[in-house]
T-cell receptor, first 110, second 114 residues
Framework: GQNIDQPTEMTATEGAIVQINCTYQTSGFNGLFWYQQHAGEAPTFLSY????GLEEKGRFSSFLSRSKGYSYLLLKELQMKDSASYLCAIEEDYGQNFVFGPGTRLSVLP | DSGVTQTPKHLITATGQRVTLRCSPRSGDLSVYWYQQSLDQGLQFLIQYYNGEERAKGNILERFSAQQFPDLHSELNLSSLELGDSALYFC?????????????FGPGTRLTVL
């Protein structure tokens, strides 16, 4: 089975730090992705975690705990352009399926 | 610009009809993925091809089929269209077949079924 949960909406202030959580239940977990999607545009890849721990990439970091079925995306030094939906996705069934969460719509306010 | 191209950008058709969506991957990418995004169901993985062969299959309906040609472009065929098939269809490509490979998404084809 597959189930991915993310908060529906979040709001943060420019320059702040925000953490977007993702919890999942899956079989044959292979890896976890985070994508950014601006309204009306295609998703763009942010990160991929396959092992437990933190992966840092500039202002964005992603964390994974496989035993807890939990991940988070950390965005630092928020900018207005970071206002977008953030999608958590699981590669499951040993790479035979990709399941996306409902997405978290982040609004960055001045 | 991701380097992935999709045609057409918009498509309006009637129920019961058949349409073909086309995708050209980035130069050098061997994998092509198809996704459907609708307001009520979010982004759903349909199917993946790697170097001409089907590699992974998600929630793709039997009315839908896809293929990847020797030049690596791919087509998604949707038949017996229903109102509920109205959605944004994305194609993505990656270098290899594994999830560790970053997927680059095309701009999408917006399908409207009337």
């Amino acid at each position: 089975g597959q189930n991915i949960d993310q908060p529906t909406e979040m709001t943060a202030t420019e320059g702040a730090i925000v953490q977007i959580n993702c919890t999942y239940q899956t079989s044959g977990f292979n890896g976890l992705f985070w994508y950014q999607q601006h309204a009306g545009e295609a998703p763009t890849f942010l990160s991929y975690n396959v092992l437990d721990g933190l992966e840092e990439k500039g202002r964005f970091s992603s964390f994974l705990s496989r035993s807890k079925g939990y991940s988070y995306l950390l965005l630092k030094e928020l900018q207005m352009k970071d206002s977008a939906s953030y999608l958590c996705a699981i590669e499951e069934d040993y790479g035979q399926n990709f399941v996306f969460g409902p997405g978290t719509r982040l609004s960055v306010l001045p | 610009d991701s380097g992935v191209t999709q045609t057409p950008k918009h498509l309006i058709t009637a129920t019961g009809q058949r349409v073909t969506l086309r995708c050209s991957p980035r130069s050098g990418d061997l994998s092509v993925y198809w996704y459907q995004q609708s307001l009520d169901q979010g982004l759903q993985f349909l199917i993946q091809y790697y170097n001409g062969e089907e590699r992974a299959k998600g929630n793709i309906l039997e009315r839908f089929s896809a293929q990847q040609f020797p030049d690596l472009h791919s087509e998604l065929n949707l038949s017996s269209l229903e109102l509920g098939d109205s959605a944004l269809y994305f194609c993505a490509s990656s270098v290899g077949s594994q999830g560790t490979n970053e997927q680059f998404f095309g701009p999408g084809t917006r399908l409207t079924v009337l």
